[in-house]
Each structure stands twice: as structure tokens, then as C-alpha cells.
Antibody, heavy 116, light 113 residues
Framework: EAQLVESGGGLVQPGGSLRLSCAAS????????VHWVRQVPGKGLVWVSR????????SYADSVKGRFTISRDNAKNTLYLQMNSLRVDDTAVYFC?????????WGRGTLVSVSS | DIVMTQSPDSLAVSLGERATINCKAS????????????LAWYQQKSGQPPKVLIY???TRESGVPDRFSGSGSGTDFTLTISSLQAEDVAIYYC?????????FGQGTKLEIK
């Protein structure tokens, strides 16, 4: 069964850093575009970033550009999101999702809390 | 950025009745070269990740009951649940994947009347 599992979330102070991971199983991630989407608990979905299948092209929401970096290690079947200069308004559940167009597989998410 | 606006924000429908959710894009998301609308609908139940129901505006994902259907083109789209079941209680989101940032609507909360 194809699955995505996020990890790396936690509590961090404003200005701090975290690296999220998204491990794929049951399929080879190297053939897919993958994305990060976040959701403040009780609020809507917000697309954050995407990376193409070979990692040569990335895109970011304006709100995270210059602070977040998406990357992938196809040999490890894993996607990453390096988050620097974290702000209180980055607090959310972060989902990874696959798809070059619509997102047909989502992980269950990892919670990132930014607070002093 | 393409803004996606859903209506209504919340909806209460009786079991067995029809539910209709609308989604409007701030610009056309119909790609002229392939005549496809870059629009998906997702269902998110409490405590779960989103699940795709419909893509290319009207193609039902495998395993999704046929009471779910999508329609529309260009800027105006509709998700219809023909006969509401108890398990359909959820928040529904539309999303455009025409261009980054791949924006979502604000969500429509569907409840049982």
C-alpha cells in the first residue's frame, strides 16, 4: 500500500529551525512531484512548496520564500522541508502530498508549533 | 495568484438529499491546449488528511462513490453529492493546479440537517 509518513515536527522558538521529513513507502517517490501543504488547526489548507521528480525545479509560497527549502533524496525515498527563521504564524500541521497535478496521496501530517 | 472562492462556507442537508458546493476561480483554469480544467475537489474528515474526490473538474477518483460528481469549466465549478450519506460529513475544498501557488478554496463545512 502506498503511504507517506511525515516526521520532524515539534515545538520551536521564533527564529529557530526545523527539518521535516516525509518518507514514502509502497511506491518509488522518484517518479513523482511532491508538495508540502500546511493547515493551522481548525483552518483551511495552504500550499507551501513543491519539487519536481528529479529535484531540478522547486516552487514556494511567497510567505515562506527565502526561509524554507524543499529537497528530496530519491535513494532514500524521502522528501524534506528545511524551515529556517520560523515565525509564530508558521504554526500548523504540515502534510506532504504527491502529484504533478492533483494530489492523490497525502500523509497524516506533523505538527509544528512556533512559540516562545 | 489565483484566488479560489467557495460558497457557501457551511451547509446543512438532510440525509438522502442533494448537496451542492460551488467554487469560483479568479481567472480561467482551463488550459487551452488540452481543454482540461485544472481543478480538484478534496474531502477532509475530522482528524484526517484530505482525500481527493474529483480531478480535472469532473473525473472521479477510483473508489469514490458515484454520488459524488463534479462539473463546470473556466472559472465556475460545482461539487454535487446526489444523495447525502452520514459518512459524507466533512469539509470540502476545491483546489486549482493550473499554476503555482496551487491555491485552495477556504473550505465548505457539510453537516447533516
Amino acid at each position: 500500500e502506498a503511504q507517506l509518513v511525515e516526521s520532524g515536527g515539534g515545538l520551536v522558538q521564533p527564529g529557530g529551525s526545523l527539518r521535516l521529513s516525509c518518507a514514502a513507502s509502497g511506491f518509488t517517490i522518484s517518479t513523482y512531484w511532491v508538495h508540502w501543504v500546511r493547515q493551522v488547526p481548525g483552518k483551511g489548507l495552504v500550499w507551501v512548496s513543491r519539487i519536481n521528480s528529479d529535484g531540478s525545479s522547486t516552487s514556494y509560497a511567497d510567505s515562506v520564500k527565502g526561509r524554507f527549502t524543499i529537497s528530496r533524496d530519491n535513494a532514500k525515498n524521502t522528501l524534506y522541508l528545511q524551515m529556517n527563521s520560523l515565525r509564530v504564524d508558521d504554526t500548523a500541521v504540515y502534510f506532504c502530498a504527491r502529484g504533478a497535478y492533483y494530489f492523490d496521496l497525502w500523509g497524516r501530517g506533523t505538527l509544528v508549533s512556533v512559540s516562545s | 495568484d489565483i484566488v479560489m472562492t467557495q460558497s457557501p462556507d457551511s451547509l446543512a442537508v438532510s440525509l438522502g438529499e442533494r448537496a451542492t458546493i460551488n467554487c469560483k476561480a479568479s481567472q480561467s483554469i482551463l488550459y487551452s491546449s488540452n481543454k482540461k480544467n485544472y481543478l480538484a475537489w478534496y474531502q477532509q474528515k475530522s482528524g484526517q488528511p484530505p482525500k481527493v474526490l474529483i480531478y480535472w473538474a469532473s473525473t472521479r477518483e477510483s473508489g469514490v462513490p458515484d454520488r459524488f460528481s463534479g462539473s463546470g469549466s473556466g472559472t465556475d465549478f460545482t461539487l454535487t453529492i446526489s444523495s447525502l450519506q452520514a459518512e459524507d460529513v466533512a469539509i470540502y475544498y476545491c483546489q486549482q493546479y493550473y499554476d503555482a501557488p496551487y491555491t485552495f478554496g477556504q473550505g465548505t463545512k457539510l453537516e447533516i440537517k
